[in-house]
């Protein structure tokens, strides 16, 4: 055992200490190999830091923290340093090999060499940052070489913000379990991350037909062959302009000469831009972040460069100009605008590679359980899914309406929740789909269904039916039918709750008025009174007055 070690600086977090008691846990039930997943910004370094010196204090020989670059062993021990004040760690690369120290921090590229890792002795554990890279032979080189394939060997942990490969290599033959796992959701609504809003910015003529694809995404350079020869560099200053004038901004391209195109461009369209790319001089780089963290550039055009071990939190814009089929990249590049900062209250994300339908905020979103339409932030989105989901709660048994020869009666014994929009046309909540209305028919005592989808546009689902049709439940039947929809039941238990936070706050947003002790399917009913008045009443009005002219 060893002298507990001061650990004042940087402390856990309550998920950081549960994070680390879970992989502890893993080990102890012989799992040799196990990883965590925090989005970026929530603090994997300083995580995995602590659990470093726990180990240290615990009595480990030696530990190894095995970091992607060579840049970033010298970022990871004055995280170390900061984390514990009297730990000692040292670093293998170039000219230092600081072989005796109980903490190594080193990169895949240094230790992957037969002579480096030879001299590396009494291995307990391996951390390795950014563990979604695991699979390449270089680190399943340095895994082996420390024996965390076999149980009498070193044990690994993995920590990254996406357990996810371009090329669709499974991470299961290195991570044998994902021990504590927490999503960009949840760390925004926790404020340890900024709402993140996407807008998906097309490029009219950006052509990625004829580009070719390498380990399951594009090729760098074919894209920006495409890129420059396209009209995305005037899009990208426009786009910028429109959603984030003046926010500081992280823009990410595929090759260096696109980088320093895209600085030009912003430059000369009045925010001061600089390039960043893999292989320029350190010096210069550095003196480049920092005239970006002292506010004396507006943005920085990188090229793969600033995917990881990058903190700027000031940033709040990331734009995407690189087109990327994977969504483990996306979130990389993205997670760079969501760090939390006094000087921000949310992130723009800006889509210009037209990837926006698989792996914009749509793609994050999707990790995390949720669809994000475009300019929607992602707990709005999750305000909108889960009060959709107590809107469209699904009755388990056949419908059977009671009907009448009145209006008033024709839905007063369904067990659907029909309503009234402010004009008085009945309608029924289908979830994302929209609405099933009825408005009269052409002819005196018929009536006429719909479909009104929620932005625009609809289709009839019938014409001219009589009302004991209607009244026999022939559009319950209809929709309970239907795939693509799904009617609430006034009997569920949700409707007789509290109504939900959420709810609540999404309910504000729209304008909708309500006493504070209102229960949750009536604040839902409210809520789709108010949407449901807005699209049917206008289009109902119109159909009526086609009807008139025709008849």
């Known amino acids: 055992m060893t002298a507990a070690l001061s650990r004042n600086s940087l402390p856990l977090r309550e998920y950081q200490g549960d994070a680390n008691a879970a992989v502890r846990d893993e080990w102890a039930r012989g799992v040799l190999r196990t990883a965590v997943v925090l989005p970026t910004g929530t603090g994997k370094t300083v995580t995995f830091s602590h659990l470093a010196a726990e180990l240290v204090e615990a009595g480990a020989r030696r530990i190894v923290i095995l970091v992607h670059r060579d840049e970033l062993a010298g970022q990871t021990v004055r995280k170390l340093e900061s984390v514990c004040p009297d730990i000692h760690a040292g670093i293998i690369k170039a000219e230092r090999n600081d072989t005796d120290a109980r903490i190594i921090v080193a990169s895949v590229q240094t ?20 563990c979604h890279h695991a699979t390449a032979d270089s680190y399943m080189s340095v895994l082996e070489g420390f024996g965390c394939f076999r149980k009498d060997g070193a044990k690994a942990v993995g920590y990254t913000a996406t357990l996810t490969r371009a090329d669709g290599v499974p991470l299961g033959k290195v991570w044998e379990s994902v021990a504590f796992e927490r999503t960009i959701s949840w760390a925004v609504r926790k404020g340890f991350l900024v709402d993140p809003r996407g807008h998906g910015i097309p490029v009219d003529d950006l052509d990625l037909s004829g580009v070719r694809r390498t380990a399951g995404d594009y090729s760098d350079g074919d894209l920006g062959r495409a890129l420059t020869d396209s009209s995305a560099p005037a899009t990208i200053l426009a786009a910028y302009e429109k959603h984030a004038k003046g926010r500081p901004f992280v823009l990410f391209t595929p090759t260096v000469d696109t980088a320093h195109l895209m600085a030009d461009v912003m430059s000369e369209g009045g925010y001061p831009t600089r390039a960043v790319w893999g292989v320029m001089p350190l010096e210069e780089r550095r003196e480049t972040l920092l005239d970006a963290e002292r506010g004396r550039i507006t943005g920085l055009s990188n090229c793969a460069v600033l995917t990881e071990g990058f903190d700027w939190p000031a940033a709040s814009c990331v734009i995407i100009a690189r087109p990327t089929l994977s969504a483990g990249l996306f979130v990389q590049m993205a997670g760079r605008g969501l760090r939390t900062h006094p000087s921000k209250r949310d992130a723009i994300i800006l889509d210009i ?58 839905f007063a014994q369904a067990d659907s929740v029909w309503q009234r929009t402010d004009a008085g046309w009945w309608f029924v909540s289908l979830g994302e789909s929209g609405w099933a209305t009825i408005i009269p028919g052409p002819e005196m005592g018929t009536w006429d269904a719909a479909i009104c989808a929620p932005q625009k546009g609809g289709s009839w689902i019938a014409r001219n039916l009589a009302s004991q049709e209607i009244g026999m439940g022939w559009i319950e039947s209809y929709v309970r039918n239907s795939p693509a929809a799904v009617v609430a039941h006034r009997d569920r238990a949700w409707r007789k709750k509290p109504a939900s936070d959420r709810a609540r706050a999404y309910a504000t947003r729209k304008g909708v008025a309500f006493p504070a002790d209102i229960r949750a399917g009536e604040l839902a009913d409210r809520i789709s009174a108010t949407l449901a008045s807005a699209r049917i009443d206008p289009g109902a009005a119109k159909a009526l007055a086609v009807q008139r002219v025709t008849a």
């Open 111 to 130: 230790l992957r060499r037969e002579n480096r890792l030879a001299q590396v002795r009494d291995v307990d554990y391996v951390i390795v940052d950014e």
């Open 353 to 410: 590679s037209g990837a926006a339908a698989r792996h914009s905020l749509v793609g994050v979103s999707t990790l995390a359980g949720r669809t994000v339409r475009d300019g929607e932030s992602l707990t709005e989105a999750e305000d909108r899914e889960l009060l959709e989901e107590e809107l469209t709660e699904v009755a388990p048994r056949e419908i059977e309406v009671v009907h009448g020869e009145k209006e008033i009666d024709l």
